[in-house]
């Protein structure tokens, strides 16, 4: 990375990473998309995506912005972008500056500056990089680090070894530099103090069921961070129920909850 902080970003470099995308835009996207229908974009608009990960937001955009519109997307790895008729470039939107094509209409950015201790200063820039009117939209989980709440159980130490694997995980996120309650406790505060207008937040909760979509993801990490999770006391056979709770049916958790949050730059200073 190209950056004095040198962000360690928990989930870098593993395999595991198109099934962790996969999993994040069938549990997230839906909420995306229903905050992004709701602006009132210009024919033609100009849209940025900030972390495109594998493109799907990408591809939404690039309908929203209709003919004569266009869609940048950016992201540390391409490589997995798939937006045909988007401009994909690789890019640091915590050095980089604003990629050519602006000023934008929107701006959108998912689960990325949570993860940067310089989002303040990200998110500064993201709103310089707008057109007057233009709506930023970032959306963040927000996550206690008692870990997620358990809906159903057969027994209780089901559910208190899952409350402890998933609170683990937002240490081990913690401990790389991100903020994981930043989206409910700074974020709205932020894009208001930077004179944004129609500030707006939404806050959506889904629950998952053991075997199910929402249970990729729980899975995945008990692989993609067993190093850190084993540093935290985790044991192999730990791991190994998690994934036998993320497959049964009869367990059930709320998942990481998506908080979006819009706000428009005046039209004038």
Do not use: N
């Not at 690039?62 to 401009?87: F, H």
């Amino acid at each position: 990375m190209s950056t004095a902080s040198q962000t360690r970003y928990a989930f870098s470099g593993a395999d595991e990473v198109d099934d962790q995308l996969d999993a994040l835009e069938t549990m997230l996207d839906p909420g995306t998309l229903q905050c992004l229908d709701r602006l009132d974009l210009p024919a033609g608009a100009r849209c940025w995506e900030v972390g495109a990960g594998g493109g799907s937001i990408a591809r939404h955009l690039l309908e929203l912005a209709g003919p004569g519109g266009r869609v940048v997307a950016t992201d540390l790895d391409t490589s997995r972008i798939a937006a045909p008729g988007a401009r994909i470039l690789r890019h640091d939107v915590r050095s980089d500056p604003a990629p050519d094509g602006g000023p934008f209409d929107v701006i959108h950015a998912r689960w990325v500056l949570m993860h940067l201790p310089e989002r303040r200063e990200v998110l500064a820039g993201l709103v310089d990089a707008l057109a007057p009117g233009g709506w930023l939209v970032i959306e963040e989980s927000t996550v206690e680090p008692d870990g997620l709440p358990v809906l159903t159980s057969s027994a209780p130490a089901d559910a208190a070894l899952f409350r402890r694997f998933s609170g683990a995980v937002v240490q081990i996120l913690a401990d790389a530099g991100a903020d994981p309650r930043w989206g409910a406790r700074g974020l709205y505060a932020a894009m208001a103090r930077l004179r944004l207008e129609d500030v707006h937040s939404v806050h959506r909760t889904d629950s998952w069921t053991g075997g199910g979509p929402g249970s990729r993801l729980h899975d995945i990490h008990t692989r993609q961070l067993r190093d850190p999770l084993r540093a935290r006391g985790f044991t192999d056979g730990d791991l190994a129920h998690v994934r036998k709770l993320a497959a049964d049916p009869g367990f059930s958790a709320l998942w990481y909850p998506l908080v979006s949050t819009c706000g428009r730059k005046a039209l004038s200073a």
